[in-house]
């Protein structure tokens, strides 16, 4: 698997042409003697230069409305491109060889940062690709009219119609013989309710604190209705408090008729459609339930055109995702395809199409989870990345395709460690998961990085003290060249902030605000946000597009009217403006390193705080020390994730669902026999 840095929108030889051909017309424009149209007007007298000049324009015009489409593709991904470039400090590919080059394909990610998900892997890709987007984004100031120049196609969602139902409800289930097993039958039972008139047989109802929609099978009158028993509905409603009456939401049903029909044409006329199949974005560190919109696609395009669509992974692996200038793994795996002898069964319709559609929803997701790091939950997470910074030999030569792979190494590594377990992790492991935390810990509360850990180990020595045999003189005058250093990374960082103070800080601090006030917002009407930072960044953005170009002409109006600056030099300073912005950027973020790297130092000039950096590197050497101890006991346990250099995490991720589900079925048969 190849790893690409800053996905590039031409090759080299491209690049190369290009520059090549910017240079000839620069000399062609230079000299009179070589330039074309000055010699076709030469020879020509009776042909004047407005005639040329009107006949290119309509050449001009033609093309550019036979080709807008493309074009404002185009246009707008370059545009993204100085947008990925300023918000993100680094941004790698890892797996671009398993896109096709050509033909039909269907991307899905996972949904980590709302629009911006879209936006890196448009950035990141060569295909030309046109999303699916929420109609309540389309209908969006600015998010609208760029999913428009992206060639997105809107589609409604259930959930962005919601409303709250009526009174409160309470879930009955019954056992009835259906031939020759036995049916479940989900009958809701209202109080307060108005079944008949505000719900028909197709919407679904969602229980407060609940993200799963259930779909009504029948209304017997306003106070009694049937549910369908449908995928999670039972781990849904085992999570309530039934028989208690509880409130709940109506999702009116919505025909996506249209939508798919749209959909069928770009893909069999070659194009490519991009899907978040978890339906909306999150913060959580694990994928949620996928909706079968995806697999219904697929299957239809087999059905309709007898192409089998390559569905292709996309993994957004994100680091301090909802940040300003952080950095992003875009990795794309291998593509996963319909088993062509399933067709008859989607064709037959009923329970064969639900069960397919199902199991191609599965392997998709599969798919899914092998190109991210997927944990339960955050804590895990930091475990998770701390452990794999401990493990590595070198991280200088660390690319992304080595972390990416060592730490799902480590995410399902652990997850069968549970599974073997039972749950209950060995006494080795989780007395060094605390360890681990609590290194974590004081990294943390003294401000300093773990890379920067292992320099202190022989800057420690350097420093000196009399009691490690080091003169008095000697531990003076370290101690000022570390003062030393402290104002020189000062310096430097005062002159990074002094451009950004006026081109950039202004809008920073008002998109931070706006940014915060939406994840409050988002995270109030979403049932599944954690603490909503996946829209942070997005609406960042948003905000910094109107605000960056509002503050230039405040600038401009400012040199206007009160300098007395010319045409042509306001001019200048105003196209400037932009470049300077950039830079500004890029100072302060040298700044920022530098005031990182000052922090070590600072705290070193604290006695106790100099006493806890000592003891750093040592902590660093024993956990590293006691982390391959038991990773050599656990790990053969693990088979190939411990053995094999080269995985295909698509097969580790199925067998690790397919060992996760036999052990819920092992736990469910001991709960009935214990009953």
């Known amino acids: 698997m190849g790893v690409v840095k800053k996905g590039t929108m031409m090759s080299e030889l491209d ?33 004047a230069p407005w005639h040329v000049a009107s006949l290119a324009i309509g050449c001009m015009t033609y093309i550019f409305i036979v080709n807008m489409r493309p074009l404002i593709y185009f246009a707008t991904k370059i545009f993204f491109h100085s947008i990925m470039s300023i918000f993100f400090n680094d941004v790698q590919v890892v797996g671009r060889e398993n896109i096709p080059k050509y033909g039909p394909v269907i991307f899905t990610s996972n949904h980590a940062n709302q629009f911006m998900d879209g936006l890196t892997i448009m950035c990141t890709c060569e295909r030309t690709i046109s ?35 009526s009174g409160s409800v309470t879930i009955e289930m019954k056992e009835s013989e259906g031939g020759e097993s036995t049916v479940t039958v989900i009958k809701a039972v209202g109080k307060g309710t108005k079944f008949s008139s505000e719900i028909k047989v197709g919407d679904k109802i969602r229980f407060l604190k609940t993200a799963l929609g259930i779909k009504v099978a029948s209304i017997d009158g306003d106070d009694s209705m049937s549910l369908k028993v449908e995928e999670g509905v039972m781990d849904v409603l085992s999570s309530l408090s039934f028989p208690e009456y509880i409130a709940f939401d109506v999702l009116p049903h919505i025909d996506q008729k249209d939508v798919y029909q749209n959909v069928l044409e770009k893909l069999a006329s070659g194009g490519t459609i991009g899907i978040f199949p978890e339906g909306g974005s999150h913060d959580r560190t694990d994928l949620l339930p996928l909706k079968v919109g995806v697999a219904l696609i697929a299957y239809s395009e087999l059905e309709k055109d007898g192409i089998n669509v390559p569905i292709v992974p996309v993994g957004l692996n994100y680091f301090r995702a909802h940040r300003f200038r952080g950095k992003a793994t875009v990795e794309f795996g291998s593509p996963t395809y319909i088993e062509p002898s399933t ?98 810990k004081e990294l943390n ?72 006030r939406r994840r409050k917002v988002a995270l109030a009407a979403s049932k599944v946000k954690i603490k909503g930072y996946d829209v942070m960044l997005s609406e960042r953005v948003l905000c910094s597009i109107l605000l960056v170009p509002s503050l230039w002409v405040v600038y401009g109006l400012i040199l206007l009217f009160f300098t007395s600056l010319d045409g042509p030099s306001l001019a200048v300073c105003f196209t400037c403006f932009p470049l300077f912005s950039y830079w500004s950027i890029m100072a302060t973020e040298s700044g920022m390193v530098d005031i990182k790297d000052l ?25 590293r020390k006691e982390l391959r101890a038991v990773i050599r006991h656990i790990g053969p346990s693990l088979g190939d994730i411990y053995y094999e250099k080269e995985l295909n995490w698509q097969k580790i991720t199925t067998e690790t669902k397919r060992l996760s589900i036999s052990a819920e079925s092992m736990e469910q048969e001991v709960c009935k026999k214990d009953d």
Request: proline fraction near 5%.
């Open 445 to 516: 509360e003294l401000g300093i990085r773990d890379y920067q850990v292992v320099g202190l180990d022989h800057e420690e020595v350097e420093i000196g003290s009399e009691t490690q045999g080091h003169s008095k003189g000697e531990t003076v005058l370290h101690r000022m060249n570390v003062l030393g250093h402290i104002i020189h990374l000062l310096f430097i960082f005062v002159m990074a902030t002094v451009p950004t103070v006026f081109l950039n800080l202004p809008v920073g601090l008002a998109s931070r605000i706006y940014s915060n």
């Open 599 to 623: 922090r070590p130092y600072v705290m070193r000039m604290i006695p106790s705080a100099r006493r806890r950096l000592a003891a750093l590197p040592a902590t660093r050497k024993a956990l």
């Open 15 to 47: 690049y190369t042409k290009a520059q090549l051909a910017f240079f000839y017309i620069i000399v062609l424009l230079s000299l009179d003697v070589l330039n074309p149209v000055k010699i076709f007007l030469h020879v020509f007298p009776a042909v």
């Open 343 to 440: 067709l008859a069964d989607y064709k037959r319709g009923g329970s064969d199409k639900r069960r397919v559609c199902n199991e191609l929803l599965g392997r998709i997701e599969n798919s899914m989870r092998s190109v991210i790091v997927s944990v339960p939950d955050y804590e895990k997470l930091q475990i998770i990345h701390a452990a794999r910074r401990l493990y590595r030999q070198d991280a200088s030569n660390e690319t992304a395709e080595n972390r990416q792979d060592m730490g799902r190494r480590f995410a399902e590594g652990y997850k069968r460690m549970l599974l073997q377990c039972q749950g209950e992790p060995p006494e080795e492991w989780l007395s060094l998961q605390s360890r681990i935390l609590a290194y974590q």
């Open 131 to 165: 999303y699916l987007v929420a109609d309540k984004s389309w209908n969006r100031p600015v998010v609208g009219h760029l999913a428009w120049a992206m060639g997105a196609v809107p589609v409604k969602r259930a959930q962005d119609s919601a409303k709250r139902g």
